[in-house]
């Protein structure tokens, strides 16, 4: 028993320390550039397109400063939350394996790679992206990956 706790931690610990080092102390993610290849091959991994959105009211509903998981911010510093929607395919509640709150590295959307928050959920006419909740930022990747952490 002593035996598998052992490598159970040895495989966990050195991703929880890198995760640790990725987010602020006050729980906020920070944009790190990830270079060790040998944490995203532990990883779960999703082909998806990746898009921006605002927190306005023809992009979202009726309240654009409040996600699906209810959590309210600021719009004039959407960027800096670091927040994402799924598409629901991607969302447990629909059978994905994303769940509210969980912690997800995008790879392959330039200088906007990194990690970040999954707090909201796009309209149902998407599949397999990832909208990243933005202040003033527009672009669109076709063949981003985004990896369960």
């Known amino acids: 028993m002593n035996k598998l706790k052992y490598i159970i ?11 640790t080092f990725c987010m602020g102390v006050d729980g906020e993610l920070y944009l790190p550039h990830i270079h060790d290849r040998t944490i995203i091959n532990k990883l779960n991994e999703f082909l998806v397109t990746a898009t921006m959105y605002y927190p306005i009211e023809s992009q979202t509903d009726s309240t654009p400063s409040i996600t699906a998981d209810n959590t309210k911010f600021d719009p004039n510093k959407a960027t800096e939350y670091r927040y994402v929607a799924l598409s629901r395919n991607l969302l447990k509640r629909w059978g994905g394996p994303f769940d509210y709150d969980d912690i997800v ?42 990896y369960k952490i």
């Open 9 to 19: 931690l040895g495989n966990i610990i050195p991703i929880f320390f890198n995760l």
């Open 105 to 146: 590295l995008i790879d392959g959307i330039g200088e906007y790679s990194g990690l970040y928050k999954v707090k909201d959920t796009m309209n149902r006419k998407f599949k397999n992206r990832v909208d990243i909740l933005t202040t003033n930022s527009k672009f669109k990747y076709e063949n981003a990956t985004i």
